[in-house]
C-alpha cells in the first residue's frame, strides 16, 4: 500500500531529470512477443473448441501489414532527413507525435510478430486441408510484424535530439 508523500520531506527524484524519454527496451519487446506467440499458438485450438473452426489468415491481413511498415518506415526516413542529415527542427508537437507513434507501434509490432507466429505454430505438422496456406501467411504477416517493430524503431531513433539542441 503507498502513502501520499510527506510535504516536509524531499520530494522523491525524477529518474530523469532532464524530462527525456527512454528509447524503447528491447526486453519490453520480447516479453510482448513471447506473451502473443503464446496467445497466437493457443488461438487455434480455442478457437476450434469455441467455433468447430479456426482463422483463416487472409492476404488482405497481411498486405495491411506490409503497408503500415512502410509507412513507418517511409516517416522515419522523413524524420532522419530533416531532423539528422538536413539539421532542421520541426514543431515539438510534431516531434511528440512521431515518438509517441514509434514507440506505440514496436510494441503493436511485437504483439502482432508473436502472434502470427504463434499462430503459425499451431500449424506446423498439422494435416489440415488448409494448414499450410495459414501456415505460410501466418509466418508472413509474423515477418510484416518484425517489420513494423524495426521501422518503428527506426522513427525512435531519428526523434533523438543532438545533445547541443535544445
Do not use: F
Amino acid at each position: 500500500m503507498s502513502r501520499l508523500p510527506d510535504p516536509e520531506q524531499e520530494p522523491v527524484p525524477d529518474p530523469d531529470p532532464a524530462g527525456r524519454v527512454l528509447p524503447t527496451r528491447p526486453g519490453t519487446l520480447v516479453a510482448v512477443g513471447l506473451a502473443a506467440l503464446v496467445a497466437g499458438w493457443a488461438l487455434r485450438p480455442v478457437s476450434i473448441a469455441l467455433q468447430g473452426t479456426a482463422p483463416r489468415v487472409t492476404w488482405v491481413q497481411v498486405l495491411a501489414l506490409a503497408l503500415v511498415a512502410a509507412i513507418l518506415a517511409a516517416v522515419a526516413w522523413s524524420t532522419y532527413r530533416t531532423l539528422q542529415a538536413r539539421r532542421q527542427r520541426i514543431a515539438a508537437h510534431q516531434a511528440v507525435n512521431r515518438l509517441v507513434l514509434a514507440k506505440a507501434c514496436a510494441l503493436a509490432g511485437a504483439a502482432v510478430a508473436g502472434g502470427y507466429l504463434g499462430y503459425a505454430l499451431s500449424w506446423v505438422g498439422n494435416e489440415a486441408e488448409l494448414a499450410e496456406e495459414r501456415l505460410v501467411r501466418s509466418v508472413i504477416a509474423g515477418l510484416a510484424g518484425v517489420a513494423i517493430v524495426a521501422a518503428s524503431l527506426l522513427l525512435e531513433r531519428a526523434c533523438r535530439v543532438r545533445p547541443e539542441d535544445d
